[in-house]
């Protein structure tokens, strides 16, 4: 993980020509620490630190009346003024897309960056895709079935640091 | 601790357990957020329909039901009675028939009689949220001034609230008592003596106090809560005159003198400045009224959302 969180650092500094003007913004709740990891490492490159911010997404999900019981609504933190800044997205896992098209949305709520990329650590391949959304930076392809799940462990949440692949517990 | 909500409706704190509270409360700080905001909308309740069916003149409380609904994308409707078919002689239960047959989503009521909220959500399909019932409860109200009290004193338990002046007619008082006490804080109310119900203190949760003055009430106080004096509740005299209530009862800045350095003043208006509670204090630093307005949209948002997003 650490050698993926390194490339995906080198690469959205190359694209954007260094850490000025960008704005790296973590999904809640798996997105954030990747964000933070890899601000920290684009730091130790360029030596400034990018600006971070946080979203939640729940309010523009698509599926709230079918979610079930109420989910938790946490903090959006997006402390800083968004336009003309050129925002990267932060999540663990591309899926169907739509987590991505909730952000979007979000994000144009709070103003007009210059542009947005996405930046993932897994992509679980594009045939999974509900939405025309590709990731700009992608730490590892892995290709799985609909039938799997894919789960980026976080010393945060998880306390150990690894991805797993499991069966989709049958109900 | 928080507690996942599954009720259908929000008809009084009583019912409420501490961690549906603090769930509410828990919700209710990111909705703040949205009204900070530019563009101050979330799609989250984007094709639900919430209906303010207000019995009782209301300025604050509907139109802060009415922005919470809009902010969260819902489609808002206002019924005055004034304006509708009440005033041919329509039962209440009829028209809250006919209002849930148009399929909303949420029906926000407030009436002048305690336990209408109640008899509404045993017919209709839609959750009914209670915004004020006689002077029974008074929900949203107190969970915002428990998200005022927890934004500017960092908890609530273990903290001295002094409740002041007409307890009686207040639904505010009874919500505030409950919501506080089941949080741990600790009330002392205090007021004339024909406005403060005896029983009181037997029927709460423990906790609560009975003071024998208002300086009694107030001292060593975090937060002191003082309640509207409702001239159109009191049939009889309550009390001899406007005067005298405020020079007995009303929150002065001398009398503030005596509750802790940092204490806070909340009050639900609409206010009866220099009857209830004088202009500098109404209008000093310790006076948090504006941030109740405030919050109190964050506070219908999120039990908007709690009732009528999620759980299908």
Redesign the interface.
Known sequence: MKRAISRLASEIVEDNQGAKNLYLVGIRRRGVPIAEKIAKRIEELEGSRPTLGILDITLYRDDLSTVGANPIVNRTELDENINDKNIVLIDDVLYTGRTIRAALDQLMDFGRPRRVQLAVLIDRGREHRELPIQADFIGKVVPTKKTEIIKVMLKEFDDVEAVGIFERPVE | M?E???KKDLLGIRDLSEGEIN?IL??A???R??SR???K????LRGKTVINLFFEPSTRTRTSFELAAKR?SADAVNISVASSSVTKGETLLDTAMNLDAMAPHVIVVRHGCAGVPHQLAKISRASIVNAGDGSNEHPTQALLDAMTIREHKGKIAGLKVAILGDILHSRVARSNVYLLTKLGARIRVAGPNTLVPKEFAGVVESGLEIAPTIDDAIKEADVVIVLRIQRERMNDAFFPSMREYSIFYGLTKKRMQLAKKDAIVLHPGPMNRGIEIASDVADGSSSLILNQVEYGIAVRM?VL??LS????
């Open positions: 928080t996942t909500f599954r769930t828990q919700t700080e990111s909705f957020d949205v905001r530019e563009v909308k979330v799609p989250a969260l999120a959302f709690l997003g999620g759980s299908e």
